[in-house]
């Protein structure tokens, strides 16, 4: 079979930053799909979408000129349908053979389950590959994702963009094709300023090389690692080292064809303002890089990245330095500002905004948070003072101006701010320090990569946002539906379990649940008096009797959601976070049966059972486990508590009664200190005895009285073997 390269490339206008990866990749996915879908062999070796702001394009290593011999069986009508009594066809087989275009006697028969049918097979040539590639190319392009299609000229079809030129090599064959009204060539084009004319592409082999002398990059990771080496060298010459953030790089990857690094830099004055606010500047408005000094701090210096290679830098440069300005002097006079105001005077403004209609204003969260730290904090060893202060400041920056123009800076400049205010000076410094850090540590993790706080005050003010935050959304019906969750409570429900499991911090969930629980469903009460009292109110104003106004029962709001509920929706989230880690299904049902009130528990049990897991009694046990709860399952009426040496008639049941106790006296100082791995190393050595009981011993006797006893051994043994994890779930 002969294979020739293949080249697609589609030119059009600057297509869109944000969806170029995606319509490059659809494009590869769609060509390769087509040929393969039509039998055509593709080599693709290491091939991988290519494409620029100004291009799309597939390379494609080797890809079969001619598809293979093409073999179609088209079934007919069973024979005792086909053929009349005196072996003649019916209509119903010769309008199958004038279907197929052969006489019904060329036609061949099959048998299925219902008997023997005719069916008409046919081998016809494969199609040059070059006869196949243009409908290839139109049907790739018509799957790919492209929400607001754009239309130009005359023509019906749309694109993404505006398209000028199309490629299309088979070898050094151009295919002969059409394309949104354009004839493909062997023409593509270089770089808008940098190269003049056309770039002619001979082969598809030469087509990387071709466009790189046309100064274009049309390999991404050639780009990348382009701006990449010439960002670090910028920054290498005035002693910096670059800030390059992925997300940052992704974006200026897909604004260049041919990436040119050049160092600017702005006045040190504005140095003042936190830092973040100018990197969210310049990465995020302006697609800079910021460059960080010796001590990890920003500097006055970023690149820039510029489409070409100017003759003129030093104009760029002032370009670059000027669109800045403007965006600081903003941030630098909202952070003076916010200054002067204070953080304390911030949270004044916060009753009068609304965090959710039934549960009330921003400031009767804060107060309902402030309370659940207190509570928190005298478990975890952190001052409930301080942490209830830290609390009722932890959304005052929301009503700062640097956070109203840049969200992202939530919490982050109430660090800055909580360091300056005056308000706060009754503190000493480290408290102050701590107070500080916590309020940026609250909204940790901030997205699924993010680290969980790590200070103890940090912790204790995160673990009590996202409590009340679950609970007020349980307790006013916003648990998420599909894909909607708009107050983020599975991103909630996880960054508590991390939190907890992370940091390794033991505290009753259900406990802190109930109280969360408890404040929300005060909260609705509150707000539902408040709007009634405000309709009644309304209504006298209007010559309305208060008595007609409807009052508020316990029918016009939420009851107070079951706790399980909220555990329930905690453990759903921890399924993924382990499903991540490698954890077996099996493993965490194990543990999650037993619904242990601390998350850093279930986290030491689960690492315990995968311990136990590997031992070559666990299979044995976990089935003897599950065995012992469907026979006591079954029992009708109490079993009882003690177990009768007096009532063994067997000796493998005096010997099982003898290794639990003793199981028992070993394993109770390590339960209780919760070395899970320990109790399950000791268990395991009950497998000699529980194999040897199920063996010889029959549970269900007749007298009432062995009976019984032995239920009682049994439910004494699942007792211990249940009390780390529900082991029978390890049993298939």
Known sequence: MSLQPLLVEIGTEELPVGALPGLAQALFDGVIDGLLKRGIAVDRDDAKPLYTPRRLAVLLPGVATMQPEQHAELLGPYVNIALDAAGQPTRALQGFAAKAGVDWSALARTADARGERFV???????????????????????????????????????????????????????????????????????????????????????????LRNAHVLVDPDERRARIVREVEAAAASVGGVA??????????????????????????????????????????????????????????????????????????????????RPRFADARFFFDADLKQGLTAMNDGLTTVTYQARLGSVAAKVARVAALAQAIAGEVGVDPALARRAAELSKADLQSRLVNEFPELQGIAGRYYALRDAALADLDADARAQLAQALDEAYMPRFSADAVAPSPLGQVLAIAERLDTLAGGFAAGLKP?????PFALRRNALGLARTLIERGIELDLPKLIKIAEAQASMALRQTALQKVESEAARAKSKGVEASGVHTVTTDDIFPNQNVRDILDFILDRLHGYYADQGVPPQQFE??????????HDFDRRLKAIAEFALLPEADALAAANKRIRNILKKVEGDIPQAVDPALFAEAAERELAAAVDAAIADSDAALAAGDYVAVLGRLARLRPQVDAFFDQVMVNVDDAAVRHNRLALLQRLAARLGSVAAIEHLSA
């Open 243 to 324: 800030r390059i953030d992925a997300d940052n790089l992704a974006q200026v990857e897909c604004l260049s064809e041919w990436p040119s690094a050049v160092l600017c830099s702005f006045e040190r004055d504005f140095l003042a303002v936190p830092a973040e606010a100018l990197i969210a500047t310049m990465e995020a408005n302006q697609k800079f890089f910021p460059v960080l000094d010796a001590d990890g701090k920003l500097s006055e210096h970023f690149v820039g990245i510029a489409n070409l290679e100017s003759t003129a830098v030093a104009e760029v440069r002032k370009g670059y330095e000027r669109v800045i």
């Open 481 to 485: 539906t599909g894909n909607k969750d």
């Open 120 to 210: 008409h097979r046919a081998t016809t040539p494969g199609a040059a590959t070059a006869a196949l590639l243009p409908q290839i190319v139109r049907e790739a392009v018509a799957a790919m994702p492209i929400p607001k299609p754009m239309r130009w000229g005359d023509r019906a079809e749309g694109f993404a963009r505006p398209v000028h030129w199309w490629v299309l090599l088979h070898g050094a064959q151009v295919v002969a094709g059409e394309l949104f009204g354009l004839a493909a060539g062997h023409s593509s084009r270089g770089h808008r300023f940098m190269h003049e004319g056309a770039v002619r592409i001979d082969a598809p082999g030469d087509y990387v090389d071709a």
């Open 590 to 599: 194990a543990v999650a049966a037993l619904r242990p009130a601390s998350l």
